[in-house]
């Protein structure tokens, strides 16, 4: 299951996504998600993901790879669709069993938020798979520079996040190592109740802090050992520059709002 997480992790490429400024990556993908949210009939939803598709075919990244970021929420997708089904009311009854209805309008309003999630799962982790951890701590480090004017410290927060996202995958990783540890000295970690599951993975939990916090010391004392002081005389050997390539995907994402608007005027399969 761990294996299948994603989540933090770059692979170098030289795709058109690639290539895009940080910057602009991050902006995008946030105006790639309101435009889900903006969604609202089964038209509209089918152009988003076959934009999606196109973006991850542009990308370079193995769609199996993608799918892994889908699987461990897949719970939570069926969780939520669930609820949204069994809950929510219309005029027209699909299903009934004593006391329980399933209404059109939820079922299909079910699928929707089942789309959106996995929507934008996928177009968050493109955006980790594109970007190396340096280029997006001063892509956010850039963005978030207003917040100066009240008194934030913005180098400290954007480093804090990518740290946190650069050393989810070698957690990850070693969590794995400790469970296989755990069953070869005969711990049974895949049956029995939920607190009984709860109990075995103490054995997990404990090794993994300490496995932690020694990561952050080491890698506290070798800022402190290489003098790193933020913000002090700092210059970068990389400096981010707007390119044709991102007026381009700009100009691709205004027309994706557009076409979207245009197609929420029809009537399929309304939400």
């Not at 968050?124 to 798979?129: A, H, K, V």
């Amino acid at each position: 299951m761990l294996k299948n997480i994603t989540i933090g992790q770059y692979f170098p490429g030289n795709s058109f996504l690639h290539k895009l400024d940080p910057r602009i990556k991050l902006i995008l993908t946030i105006c790639f998600i309101v435009a889900v949210f903006l969604v609202d009939n089964g038209l509209s939803m089918g152009f988003v993901i076959a934009v999606l598709a196109f973006l991850v075919y542009v990308s370079g990244v193995s769609p199996k790879t993608v799918l892994k970021s889908i699987k461990p929420v897949i719970p939570i997708i069926i969780f939520t669709s669930l609820i949204n089904a069994f809950t929510l009311k219309g005029e027209d009854i699909l299903f009934q069993f004593w006391f329980i209805k399933v209404y059109r309008y939820g079922l299909i309003l079910g699928i929707f938020i089942t789309i959106r999630i996995i929507c934008l799962i996928v177009s968050s982790s493109l955006l980790t798979y594109t970007t190396s951890p340096t280029d997006l701590a001063d892509g956010l480090e850039r963005l978030l520079v207003p917040l100066k004017f009240f008194r934030v410290n913005v180098h400290d927060l954007a480093m804090m996040m990518t740290i946190a996202l650069r050393f989810v995958p070698p957690l990850l990783e070693e969590t794995d190592q400790i469970m296989s540890a755990q069953k070869a000295r005969g711990a049974n970690l895949d049956s029995g109740g939920l607190i009984k599951r709860v109990k075995a993975l103490l054995p997990i939990i404990i090794p993994l802090f300490v496995s932690a916090f020694r990561r952050a010391h080491d890698l506290a004392e070798a800022i402190e050992c290489r003098c790193y002081r933020e913000g002090v005389g700092r210059t970068r050997m990389k400096q981010l520059k707007i390119s044709y390539l991102d007026l381009i995907a700009v100009a691709f994402v205004c027309v994706l709002f557009v076409s979207i608007l245009l197609i929420n005027r029809t009537n399929i399969l309304p939400v």
